[in-house]
């Protein structure tokens, strides 16, 4: 069965609701994960989603800020959130598609927004960036983070960290830029090999390749610059490894009118 996985941060799905019914109508995702929605659950345009086949949805909301939600043409199984940091402010959601999708066996789906950080990549004299670090740490040892004996799990999101040498515009110049520096890096990649998860946009496209999902809204001419990171990410467990049948970065979503600095990334999985 092929399941075709969407994840975007929308930075805002009711100013963006029209952004993400184009993209919907375009791509037609099974399931379109979302990430710093900034809209309450009982705000969320549901109807919109509906008219557009997507009538599943599992949220975490709040005002303003954060959230996550994970929208879909197909029934769960079941959700379930979690907090990080002892925070309640909407990082994570999570689904499980079961024999109502057609499975046999199940399937579970994280959605998550790591914190960005702020500016200064000092978790002393930063209370956001410590933030980030601890998020990360607590993510590695997260249980249901693990799948193990075969288990069926994707994890997607803004996870607010590039990686890879070439998961940002450049290397060097980035080092001590919060979402591209060591510590970070080396937290994320953590989080990844306790999981044993298996880095799906990078199977398609090589480490040594540049691969951009996000670009800043400060820059004058973005495409000309092209000055971007890969912020946004895609996971599968060991056992989905070799399912991943394509990935596409929608780039074009950045030059949209009154665009999120995120575009969307989405993978097909015969699962």
Known sequence: ?????????????????????????????????????????????????????????????????????????????ATATRAFCDKQDCRHVAVTFGETTGLKDPATLHNFYVPAGGDEPDPVANTKFAHKLQFLDEMRVADGLHPANGARAILVGDLNVAPLEHDVWSHKQMLKVVSHTPVECEKLVAVQKAGAWIDAMRAHVPPSEKLYTWWS?????????????????????PVLGDRVSSMTVTRAARGWPQPSDHVPVTVKLEI
Request: charged letters at 25%; hydrophobic letters at 40%.
């Open 1 to 77: 069965m092929p399941l075709t996985i969407s994840t975007w941060n929308i930075n805002s799905v009711r100013l963006r609701i029209e952004l993400v019914a184009k993209f919907l109508k375009a791509t037609r995702p099974d399931v379109l994960c979302l990430q710093e929605t900034k809209c309450p659950d009982d705000a969320f345009p549901l109807k919109r989603l509906a008219k557009l086949g997507y009538g599943h949805v599992a949220m975490s909301g709040q005002k303003g800020y954060h959230g996550v939600a994970i929208v879909s043409r197909l029934p769960f199984e």
């Open 217 to 237: 809204y400060r820059a004058a001419d973005w495409a000309a610059s092209d000055r971007g990171r890969r912020l946004d990410h895609v996971w599968v467990s």
